[in-house]
């Protein structure tokens, strides 16, 4: 086994995951440095020296001179400018891959994220801010349906693009967001989901199953969303 080259600091999210689903699909030999949110980790000045955003994940590329990457889609652009896998290196692919990595960065996770927030997490269910972030979640998952209906992948061939989108939208249930009635999103959604690279990315640094089977009774869910709650409180 090459010594690993890559050190990555995550937590179970779908952020962490985008990055370690690509370290898997790309082969790259990788250390894990679990970061524990409910304790506040990401705040420490050690961390912070490597993230000023005090957020995960961060990757180390010990092969660059300790190179530190913050931002989950600038890692995973970061990784594949490095490899020369998962983007084309032509303008117009490049450029296909970036615009549906964007809209991941800028619209999925975020909308996701505060459908989480009002449906989950705070303590007051509000529900005008639940409907505003669920249906806007699933309009954009109509979105991603109708691009996924010209072809296999979002971006041409297999991408970052897809990574990045996979990893929030498989855990739909949790944000209170339905796919029925997008086959070519189930049919992607699948795809993925079988790919080994994936099974493996998902479960770094431990798995969380209540994040995509929607379990109400579980251990792991009640202790994930009282993690969750103190960390909108700081």
């Known amino acids: ?22 370290l898997e699909e790309l082969g790259l030999p990788y250390t894990v440095r679990p970061i524990d949110l409910g304790t506040n980790e990401q705040k420490q000045p050690w961390y912070l020296a490597l993230n000023p955003n005090g957020r995960i994940p961060t990757i180390v590329d010990r092969e660059a001179d300790d190179f530190a990457v913050f931002e989950s889609g600038a890692i995973l652009v970061y990784l594949a400018e490095k490899t020369g896998r998962l983007m084309p290196t032509d303008a117009k692919g490049r450029s296909r891959v970036m615009q549906w990595l964007m809209f991941q960065m800028g619209g999925v996770g975020p909308m996701m994220g505060q459908a989480n927030v009002f ?18 979640s699933r309009r954009l998952f109509e979105v991603l349906d109708g691009q996924l209906a010209k072809g296999e992948w979002l971006a041409g061939g297999y991408s970052i ?5 996979w990893c929030w939208v498989r855990t739909h249930r949790w944000s209170g967001v339905s796919i029925e009635g997008l086959p070519h999103l189930q049919r992607w959604h699948q795809a993925m989901k079988a790919r080994p690279a994936c099974q493996r990315g998902v479960e770094v640094p431990f798995k969380v199953a209540s994040l995509v089977d929607n379990a109400a009774q579980r251990e792991d869910t009640e202790a994930f969303i009282r993690q969750a709650q103190g960390i909108m409180q700081r």
């Open 1 to 22: 086994m090459p010594a690993p080259m890559i050190d990555l600091y995550t937590a179970p999210t779908p952020n962490g995951w985008k990055v370690s689903v690509a």
């Open 119 to 136: 449906y989950r997490y705070f303590p007051e269910k509000i529900q005008p801010a639940i409907d505003r972030y669920q249906n806007e």
């Open 161 to 165: 693009a897809d990574i990045a989108n």
